[in-house]
């Protein structure tokens, strides 16, 4: 690789992993806010497991990320050397546009391959360990949501209130008891108790003392006209609080999309070696499309890379301009365009019939078809 090359690869390099670094976070950032920025706030675990887990986030995110990221990478950085008349000089020394775009397309290739690693190993593995960690990380301390002066409203079918806490020892207790259609059909009032975790049913047990129960018509809680019942006992520990929210099953339900790759094709295997009975063969067709789809879809994401290189090769190059915010725009859209056309087909993994495993390289084709046809119309000029 002589000066040259090595000049634009390193442009293109270092432009390509700030931008994969910008998406990346973006692409991480709702899910961090989302699942555990407020557990670690309310106390549930500390910064190092705080940090493990948004590590184990990344992966998934770079996936997505790197197709965007050498995209921009190429358009900002072709974009700056065309508006500065540096591609001009060297067309001009001789050395053709496929010459020029090289190093680009070397590094496009190291980025496929990249991009494979994560697509079919990293990221299904730091996946599913994000979905194992974070939950066993909220069950060591799962009275870590109750915080004091504050409504909690995240259960499902209970509103909380706390006046103070002292390690387990809970004071000035309110608890909301609600019927599907979220109205209140007991009010709970204790002066303290404590909050007791049962791990069988997933759910928080309050065992308060000296407690006031208000219970109001199961079947109109809203009607006022009728007065609530209310008694006084010295203990109560009738409710159960569903702790779903923060660590259901839908947190530990390993998905087909979260396995390793030699694991998704065992099961496709094992899948396709069933026989299924005549009444469910429909059913069983678009289980296989599923698991083919997932497949197919890792191996189309990687190769999206070099498409988008071959289309921000050209185009960088057209466009001519030096400013960040136009190119990172035009970016985003051939971006938008590419995944709103696989998202349309992906919409057809209830067909099998229509092999929409297959289709999702329509994009690809478009994308790479747009990209021949922009190179040669820059090379011809």
């Known amino acids: 690789m002589n000066l040259l090359d090595r000049h634009i690869f390193r442009s293109v390099l270092f432009t390509c992993a700030a931008a994969v670094g910008l998406f990346a976070f973006v692409v991480a950032l709702p899910n961090v806010l989302r699942d555990l920025l407020g557990p670690l ?5 500390g910064a190092a497991t705080f940090l493990r887990l948004v590590a184990l986030l990344f992966p ?12 921009t990478g190429v358009l900002l950085t072709l974009g700056r050397l065309s508006a500065d008349s540096e591609i001009t000089a060297m067309r001009a020394a001789g050395i053709s546009l496929a010459r020029i775009a090289r190093p680009v397309f070397i590094l496009a290739a190291l980025g496929t391959l990249l991009a494979l690693y994560v697509n079919l190993e990293s990221a299904p593995w730091a996946r599913a ?3 194992r960690e974070l939950p066993a ?3 060591a301390n799962p009275l870590g949501v109750i915080v004091p002066r504050t409504f909690i409203r995240d259960f499902k079918g209970a509103v909380i209130y706390v006046g103070a806490r002292d390690g387990d020892v809970l004071r000035d207790i309110w608890i909301w008891d609600l019927d599907r259609q979220s109205r209140v059909r007991r009010l709970v009032r204790a002066e303290s108790g404590r909050v007791e975790y049962d791990e ?6 309050p065992a308060l003392t000296r407690a006031t129960v208000e219970e109001r018509d199961p079947a109109d809680p809203e009607n006022f006209g009728q007065a609530p019942r209310v008694v006084t006992v010295g203990r109560f520990d009738e409710i159960r609080i569903p702790l779903d929210r923060y660590m259901g099953e839908h947190f530990v339900r390993l998905k087909e999309e979260w396995l390793p790759y030699g694991e998704l094709q065992a099961l496709r295997a094992r899948q396709a070696a069933e026989t299924p009975a005549l009444e469910k063969k429909a059913e069983h067709a678009r289980a296989g499309m599923r698991l083919a789809m997932i497949s197919m879809e890792k191996w189309a994401q990687a190769a999206a890379v070099l498409c988008f290189a071959l289309v921000g090769v050209p185009l960088g190059i057209r466009v001519s301009r030096r400013e960040t915010s136009a190119n990172l725009g035009l970016a985003l859209l051939l971006v938008l365009g590419f995944y709103l056309l696989t998202v349309a087909i992906k919409w057809l993994d209830k067909q099998p019939e ?4 297959l289709l999702l390289w329509i994009p690809h084709v478009v994308f790479a078809s747009v990209g021949l046809a922009l190179f040669r119309r820059v090379e011809s000029r």
Do not use: K
Request: proline content about 6%.
């Open 41 to 45: 706030l309310a106390g549930q675990f």
């Open 60 to 71: 998934f995110a770079i996936s997505f990320a790197l197709p965007m990221g050498i995209l």
């Open 129 to 131: 360990q994000f979905h």
């Open 137 to 139: 990380a909220i069950r």
């Open 200 to 205: 069988a049913t997933n759910s928080l047990i």
């Open 354 to 357: 229509l092999r929409p495993d």
